[in-house]
């Protein structure tokens, strides 16, 4: 197992709070990643150091997925990454969809929300007239106003039935 997962002697509980959704042996492999990513050994991960992983740097969401990271210990940190797993629920990846829509973290998400949501993953791709139609058009379709709110259950309803693939190999040593 190495030294850094001599240090890890709570994969039980780390299992059971991500739902079993890791096994012991991708638990320890990201256990030594995490290790990694502490480079001053704290016990959690800040923004600058997540931001050192060439993939979330170049993510578009980036900044509204640091809001959600910034000072993950361990345990957080599986969570974090359990809704890409290949074992988790189409409900646990929307819940995780949702949270990054839910800047402010009440729980819903307004045209506001989404239409951040859209520039940061278009920027100069899509016009604010294109994000303002694509937002009409997915809450008219889904059967809301711009006017709405959306909670987790209408995202389960919008998304649900897509074909959502959010998911992450975690190489096993």
Same mark, same amino acid.
């Given at each position: 197992?190495?030294?850094?997962?001599?240090?890890?002697?709570?994969?039980?509980?780390?299992?059971?709070?991500?739902?079993?959704?890791?096994?012991?042996?991708?638990?320890?492999?990201?256990?030594?990643?995490?290790?990694?990513?502490?480079?001053?050994?704290?016990?959690?991960?800040?923004?600058?150091?997540?931001?050192?992983?060439?993939?979330?740097?170049?993510?578009?969401?980036?900044?509204?997925?640091?809001?959600?990271?910034? =000072?993950?210990?361990?345990?957080?940190?599986? =969570?974090?990454?359990?809704?890409?797993?290949?074992?988790?629920?189409? *409900?646990?990846?929307? +819940?995780?969809?949702?949270?990054?829509?839910?800047?402010?973290?009440?729980?819903?998400?307004?045209?506001?929300?989404?239409?951040?949501?859209?520039?940061?993953?278009?920027?100069?791709?899509?016009?604010?007239?294109? *994000?303002?139609?694509?937002?009409? *058009?997915?809450?008219?379709?889904?059967?809301?106003?711009?006017?709405?709110?959306?909670?987790?259950?209408?995202?389960? +309803?919008?998304?649900?039935?897509?074909?959502?693939?959010?998911?992450?190999?975690?190489?096993?040593?």
């Amino acid at each position: 197992m190495g030294n850094s997962a001599s240090m890890l002697t709570h994969t039980g509980e780390i299992e059971e709070h991500c739902n079993k959704l890791f096994t012991q042996q991708e638990i320890v492999s990201l256990y030594q990643r995490f290790r990694q990513l502490d480079v001053n050994s704290k016990g959690f991960i800040s923004a600058d150091e997540f931001m050192s992983v060439p993939e979330f740097a170049l993510n578009p969401l980036a900044q509204r997925l640091l809001k959600k990271v910034d =000072g993950l210990n361990f345990m957080d940190f599986v =969570g974090f990454l359990s809704a890409f797993s290949t074992k988790a629920t189409i *409900r646990h990846k929307i +819940k995780f969809i949702f949270d990054i829509y839910d800047s402010n973290s009440k729980g819903k998400v307004n045209s506001n929300d989404v239409l951040e949501v859209l520039q940061d993953l278009t920027g100069a791709f899509m016009s604010d007239a294109q *994000r303002e139609e694509v937002l009409t *058009r997915v809450f008219e379709d889904a059967g809301y106003t711009r006017e709405s709110y959306l909670l987790l259950d209408d995202f389960i +309803k919008i998304l649900g039935n897509s074909d959502l693939k959010m998911e992450v190999e975690v190489p096993v040593d």
